[in-house]
């Protein structure tokens, strides 16, 4: 079950299936953050990297979906631990390199128990890097947007990881992530469904079925075309 960390939240609208727009990466010369380093991050015995996962709530019981720049992959932010981090570092961390947001914009609900893991597909494993990495081991944190949704920035980091975002139903990505992610993705919005509901008054029901295929390349879900 979810682990609540702070209860505190406003009665907010049932959740919208979708917004009609989307929010473009800024392009900004400007750059706040340097490259991660690869050298820094953990991979166990099992070969899992740790890493940690963000679902980002807004005061309409949305929640943050983004595309991977130069993909059409769209997801919540995810990104490894370091050696020297704690999970919620990690995602703190992560949060301002992928959302441009500081901890002062952000309310921390809840997260998971232990490891949520995924493996990769063989096309992207590194058989030839040592140790070699199959797969991600997740912690997954529920955030509430306190601020301004003008807070959010692409461009944060060096190396930005997404081009464009907008706001979901809450089970959308469930059915909208890459196949391998989807039931890590299940199972975290699973745990946090009950707290979301009871903290906004509403029924999200249960998870949907899983849909024959996502949107068409270049394309984004329910045809809204991006450049």
Not at 48 to 72: E, S, T
Not at 182 to 202: D, S
Request: proline share 7%.
């Amino acid at each position: 079950m979810a682990t609540t960390l702070r209860f505190k939240f406003p009665a907010c609208r049932a959740p919208a299936h979708m917004v009609e727009s989307g929010h473009r990466l800024a392009r900004a010369d400007c750059r706040r953050r340097a490259p991660r380093p690869e050298d820094d991050e953990m991979i166990d015995v099992d070969g899992y990297r740790p890493n940690v996962g963000i679902v980002l709530l807004n005061a309409d019981g949305r929640l943050f979906w983004a595309r991977r720049i130069n993909r059409d992959g769209w997801q919540f932010p995810q990104g490894g631990m370091r050696s020297d981090e704690t999970p919620l570092e990690a995602m703190y961390r992560e949060l301002e390199e992928e959302t441009g947001l500081a901890p002062e914009h952000v309310e921390v609900v809840a997260s998971t128990r232990g490891w949520l893991r995924y493996k990769l597909p063989q096309r992207y494993v590194r058989h030839h890097q040592h140790p070699t990495c199959i797969g991600q081991k997740q912690v997954w944190f529920l955030l509430r947007l306190v601020s301004d949704e003008d807070a959010l920035r692409l461009d944060a980091a060096d190396k930005p990881e997404f081009d464009i975002w907008r706001w979901v139903d809450f089970w959308y990505p469930a059915a909208h992530v890459v196949n391998f992610k989807r039931q890590v993705y299940e199972r975290a919005l699973r745990h946090f469904a009950p707290l979301v509901e009871g903290l906004c008054r509403v029924e999200l029901g249960n998870a949907p079925p899983r849909e024959a295929g996502d949107a068409p390349a270049g394309q984004s879900p329910h045809g809204w075309r991006v450049a």
